[in-house]
């Protein structure tokens, strides 16, 4: 396979001679597309004002946090979708031999892991349910989320081994699944695909944050971590290397 | 003024950052250069007045990016970088 | 001049660089992590620009790009975990390749 990793230092002779074509190549499309954007340039009021205006129906204070999950939900129920669809390909990718082969055991880590991991926990819920209000939301907690699962798969804590699969698979699931499911139940009330019933939007809104957030923090935690929920396959030895 | 030359330094930062992470031949360095450049966007973020994409950007993009990349660099031959002491003061990495 | 050096316009030509470059870095570098980076950078650069556009001049910020910015930042790194496990496995599969043919057996 001609495939190997190759080094700039072992650059094939067609690579050295085309180099000249690399340096000029980016240099011509930027100014192409800097002289595009900047002769284009006039103050447009784009659709701040629009969205200012119909603040006070969508159920939340902050504009983004509207503007992501009632005006343009549809979006963001998509992209739950999304991570959960990155989520199937990781774990069908995952090597046999499906749980992690117990690491050595690093002090400062492990302290640290347990002073923050709970810290953390409560800056995601914050995050949460500051997003209403001002700056936060879902993403930004789920991020967090997500952080405190790489950070207790890299301590390596008994409580990522002895979670069970199943559970693993339902957090994953339940964040486009309330999504999906509260968006079905708009139709069922009569008011269309994803359009709130009046005055209940910020009940929604809270719902599917909160699944969301869960459900985008174990996905990214799982992405980091890269097996397969279950029994392995083949038995491991306890050596340190994998 | 303070504030232009802020932002004049910082976009060139993005853009040299961005040069030498692909221009490096060495992965862990790349890898290090491109959390540092995923911190530099949330900066610029914040300039931009979007502080929900600047701490989704520091948690996520440069977060998270950068350990995945580094949990992937122990499959690249020459991606584990281990240091040893040679002679008492000089650190050495393999 | 002094009209051109505010801040959506410099963060707005940073962001048509950046992808300039990471277009150039995908095309031009071998290995599927250096691609999987510049892809990434390029990411970065159509972000910062999509920012740019809604600046606003005065207090109101236009709220729709921050949304699609956040949602591609979350989908890009969801491409990038998966785009590295299948990296993973094609250098996995190079390498024994690689093994088999050198030595004749099976790689470990």
């Known amino acids: 396979m001609k495939f190997a990793m190759i080094k700039s230092k072992n650059m094939t002779q067609r690579q050295i001679k085309a180099l000249p074509l690399f340096a000029v190549l980016p240099i011509l499309l930027g100014i192409g597309l800097a002289w595009a954007y900047l002769s284009a340039l006039e103050p447009r009021p784009g659709l701040g004002p629009r969205v200012a205006a119909q603040l006070d129906q969508s159920g939340v204070k902050s504009p983004v946090t509207a503007v992501l999950l009632n005006f343009r939900g549809y979006d963001t129920l998509l992209e739950c979708f999304v991570v959960f669809l990155a989520v199937l390909g990781v774990w069908s990718l995952a090597p046999p031999g499906t749980t992690t082969p117990p690491r050595e055991k690093d002090a400062i880590l492990s302290s640290l892991v347990s002073l923050l991991a709970p810290l953390m926990l409560v800056v995601a819920g914050y995050l949460l349910w500051s997003g209403d209000n001002g700056v936060g939301g879902a993403f930004q907690a789920g991020a967090v989320l997500g952080g405190t699962g790489v950070l207790l798969h890299l301590a390596d804590r008994p409580l990522i081994r002895s979670v069970p699969p199943t559970l693993l698979i339902v957090g994953v699931l339940l964040g486009p699944a309330i999504f999906l499911a509260l968006a079905m139940l708009c139709i069922l009330l009569g008011y269309g695909f994803l359009q709130y019933p009046p005055g209940w939007s910020s009940v929604f809104i809270t719902v599917i944050e909160a699944g969301a957030a869960l459900s985008i923090g174990l996905s990214l935690a799982t992405l980091f971590g890269g097996r397969r929920p279950g029994k392995s396959a083949t038995p491991h030895n306890l050596s340190r290397h994998h | ?94 | 001049m002094d009209a051109y050096l505010t801040p959506p316009i410099i963060y707005g030509i940073t962001g048509l660089a950046l992808f300039a470059i990471g277009l150039t870095g995908l095309i031009g570098r071998n290995h599927p992590l250096h691609k999987i980076m510049a892809a990434n950078i390029m990411a970065g650069g159509v972000f910062l620009f999509l920012v740019t556009v809604g600046y606003g001049d005065g207090e109101v910020i236009d709220p729709v790009p921050h949304a699609m910015v956040l949602t591609g930042i979350v989908v890009s790194v969801s491409c990038t975990g998966l785009g590295l496990a299948l990296s993973r496995r094609i250098m996995e599969n190079a390498t024994s390749h690689k093994n088999r043919d050198d030595s004749g057996e099976e790689a470990r």
């Open chain 2, 1 to 94: 003024m303070i504030l232009i030359s802020f932002d004049l330094i910082l976009a060139a930062s993005l853009i040299w950052l961005a040069y030498r992470l692909l221009v490096s031949d060495n992965f862990f360095t790349s890898v290090v250069l491109f959390l540092s450049f995923g911190l530099f966007m949330a900066m610029a973020w914040v300039r931009l007045r979007a502080p929900d994409v600047a701490m989704a950007e520091a948690a996520i993009g440069a977060g998270l990016t950068g350990a995945l990349f580094l949990s992937a660099l122990r499959g690249v031959p020459g991606g584990k970088q281990r240091e040893r002491r040679v002679d008492g003061d000089e650190i050495r990495h393999d």
